[in-house]
C-alpha cells in the first residue's frame, strides 16, 4: 500500500515538472484554444494570409495590417506568436483564437458579408497599443 502510495507521489511529481517545463517564460498563456463548434463546410476560392503577433519597445502588433478579399472566398490566416501572449479575435465572424507562443495557428473562415471589419488581440490594453487590423470584404 505505501509502495503504491509512492508510485502515484512519483508520478504526481513527474506530471508536475512536465507541466512547469511547458510553460513559456512570459505570463503562461492560456492554452484553451476554443474549438470551433459545428464548423460550417467552407466554399470559394481561398486566401491566404501570414502574420505574426508579438510586442516591441513601441507597441504590440500583428505584422499584417490589413487583408482585402472577395465576398465568398474562404480566407486562411497563419498566425504565428512570436512574443508575449497574444489572441486572434473578430467579433463579426465568430473567430476567438489564441496563439500559444512559436506555433503557427491556421484560423479560417467564410468572407461571407461585405464590409470593414477589425481583427485584434482581446488581451488587456493590446488593441489600444495597436495590435489590430483591417479586413476589407468587397
Ligand atoms: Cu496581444
Redesign the pocket.
Known sequence: MGKLVGVILVIVVAVAGYMFLQRDTDTAPTKTAKKAAAQPTLSGPVKTFTTT?FYDETG?WYSLKEMRVKKGDTVRIKATNTK???DFTLDEFGVKTELPINQEVTIEFQADKVGEFTYY?S?LG?RAKG?FGKLIVE
Open positions: 503577433a504590440v508575449g501572449t497574444h488581440c488581451k493590446h495590435q
